[in-house]
Each structure stands twice: as structure tokens, then as C-alpha cells.
T-cell receptor
Framework: GENVEQHPSTLSVQEGDSAVIKCTYS??????FPWYKQELGKRPQLIID?????GEKKDQRIAVTLNKTAKHFSLHITETQPEDSAVYFC?????????FGTGTRLTIIP | NAGVTQTPKFQVLKTGQSMTLQCAQD?????MYWYRQDPGMGLRLIYY???????DKGEVPNGYNVSRLNKREFSLRLESAAPSQTSVYFC???????????FGSGTRLTVV
């Protein structure tokens, strides 16, 4: 089955700086890669996703890149704000199900 | 439009007790999932139902059973709860394989 590794597990950045979270996956058949944001005590919320036929996707301050050859994908958050503090999960889809990474706790320092 | 609704939100069980977690979605989604979330371990798949009438095991199915009652509802049953099943349980649904999940608000279960 699919295996997703996510790094780093914790990340602290100064407000206004950029944050990058990286994930690798094992199954070359995986074709869909979403990112979720989870605030304390809340449900995970989809923030951006990318499909295997696309190399990069942007949505305002967030972007995701995908390298299928190397089997890794990354989340980039620019101009970070206090409300970006949360746990972020990457995931990879194989057939009908998602396999999640173990999460990155992002803290924005005012 | 409620999305994905889970009940109960909190539950405390004694070891050996049984209970059923309920999940319902009103988005006409085909696929439904049960995940558990433990600190430092992300979200791990327990069972899923790719379509009405089918269920399959995920990564951590031992100690659980599921029922896809109809297209809207997917329940998770613990027959004999154990302390190792203390966790936050999330139900999720999706339309097709290339769309993200919509999650329910979660059930925080403690087994003592």
C-alpha cells in the first residue's frame, strides 16, 4: 500500500516569512495529492490539492508543487500570518482512499 | 446543508463495553471513510466504503466493524472497547476518487 512521509514535524517561522512543508510518497500509481489544515480541536479542512498531470498550483498565498519522477510534493505558504498557525497534513490517493502524512505543526511567531 | 454529521461528539466507555459511532452525509457522495487520529500518527484509515453496498478494510481495522446502511449513512462499531481505542474518530466522504474529503467534526472517545 501507499506510504506517505512528511517533514518537518514542527516548524516555526516569523510572521511574514515563508513556510515549506515536504512530503514523499511510495506508490507511483497515486494520482491525487491534497493538503489539509487542522486547527486545534477542529476537523481537517482541504486547503489545496494537485492532480498528477499538473506540476504546480497556486491559490493566493499558498502553492503546491509536485515532482512525479522523484515522488515528492510540497506546500508553500508565503507572507505567513498568525491565522496560518495549525497542523498541516499532506495525503496521497491510491485507488479509492487517501493515505495521510503524520502532520506538521506550524507556528507563526508574531 | 449540514455536510458530514457525526454523533456523538464525546464518549467515555469502560473496557469491554460496545458502542456505535454514527455518520451521515447529505452531499450525495459515493464514498465514505472512518479514520482515527492519534497524537504524532496522523490520520489512519480504519474502514471505507467506496460505494453503497461495499466495505473494505483500511490500515487499522482490528477491533472494529462497519455498516454502510444506505448511501447517506456509514456507522462504525466497537464490539468490545479497549484502552488502545482511545482516540479521535473522523468520518469523511467524497464524490469520486479525484476529489478531496469532507470531514465530520469528530468523536472524541475515551476508553477507561
Amino acid at each position: 500500500g501507499e506510504n506517505v512521509e512528511q517533514h518537518p514535524s514542527t516548524l516555526s517561522v516569523q510572521e511574514g516569512d515563508s513556510a515549506v512543508i515536504k512530503c514523499t510518497y511510495s506508490d507511483s500509481a497515486s494520482n491525487y495529492f491534497p493538503w489539509y489544515k487542522q486547527e486545534l480541536g477542529k476537523r481537517p479542512q482541504l486547503i489545496i490539492d494537485i492532480r498528477s498531470n499538473v506540476g504546480e498550483k497556486k491559490d493566493q498565498r499558498i502553492a503546491v508543487t509536485l515532482n512525479k519522477t522523484a515522488k515528492h510534493f510540497s506546500l508553500h505558504i508565503t507572507e505567513t500570518q498568525p491565522e496560518d498557525s495549525a497542523v498541516y497534513f499532506c495525503a496521497a490517493r491510491e485507488n479509492e482512499k487517501l493515505t495521510f502524512g503524520t502532520g506538521t505543526r506550524l507556528t507563526i511567531i508574531p | 446543508n449540514a455536510g458530514v454529521t457525526q454523533t456523538p461528539k464525546f464518549q467515555v466507555l469502560k473496557t469491554g463495553q460496545s458502542m456505535t459511532l454514527q455518520c451521515a452525509q447529505d452531499m450525495n457522495h459515493n464514498s465514505m471513510y472512518w479514520y482515527r487520529q492519534d497524537p504524532g500518527m496522523g490520520l489512519r484509515l480504519i474502514y471505507y466504503s467506496a460505494s453503497e453496498g461495499t466495505t473494505d478494510k483500511g490500515e487499522v481495522p482490528n477491533g472494529y466493524n462497519v455498516s454502510r446502511l444506505n448511501k447517506r449513512e456509514f456507522s462504525l462499531r466497537l464490539e468490545s472497547a479497549a484502552p488502545s481505542q482511545t482516540s479521535v474518530y473522523f468520518c469523511a466522504s467524497t464524490r469520486t476518487a479525484t476529489y478531496g474529503y469532507t470531514f465530520g467534526s469528530g468523536t472524541r472517545l475515551t476508553v477507561v
